[in-house]
Nanobody
Framework: QVQLVESGGGLVQAGGSLRLSCAASGSTFSIITMGWYRQAPGNQRELVATIISDGTTNYADSVKGRFTISRTNAKNTVYLQMNSLKPEDTAVYSC?????????????WGTGTLVTVSS
């Protein structure tokens, strides 16, 4: 089992910055990829950024150049640095981890943290 706890959301003005954190605990050795997803009111959840075990990152086109995903050397905490925030970035941001156990891919989610960007 993997537990994920997010922090760092809040209210920020357009053009501002926030950093989200996601702390993983439990069977973290089994994690192969972690990432951030977001869901705005009335919209489907969408991928924001992911980072896999070798450090390779992937970003949604809408956040490229503005957001940066990173992790600690212990790979237990993942960060999402969000710069030049726009009102359309307003959403609940959720941390995701995919772990491999006995050749079965398991997926875990945090409870989410709200990011509100005012214009």
């Amino acid at each position: 089992q993997v537990q994920l706890v997010e922090s760092g959301g809040g209210l920020v003005q357009a053009g501002g910055s926030l950093r989200l954190s996601c702390a993983a605990s439990g069977s973290t050795f089994s994690i192969i990829t972690m990432g951030w997803y977001r869901q705005a009111p009335g919209n489907q959840r969408e991928l924001v950024a992911t980072i896999i075990s070798d450090g390779t990152t992937n970003y949604a086109d809408s956040v490229k150049g503005r957001f940066t995903i990173s992790r600690t050397n212990a790979k237990n905490t993942v960060y999402l640095q969000m710069n030049s925030l726009k009102p359309e970035d307003t959403a609940v941001y959720s941390c995701n981890a995919k772990a491999l156990k006995n050749l079965v891919l398991q997926e875990y989610w945090g409870t989410g943290t709200l990011v509100t960007v005012s214009s």
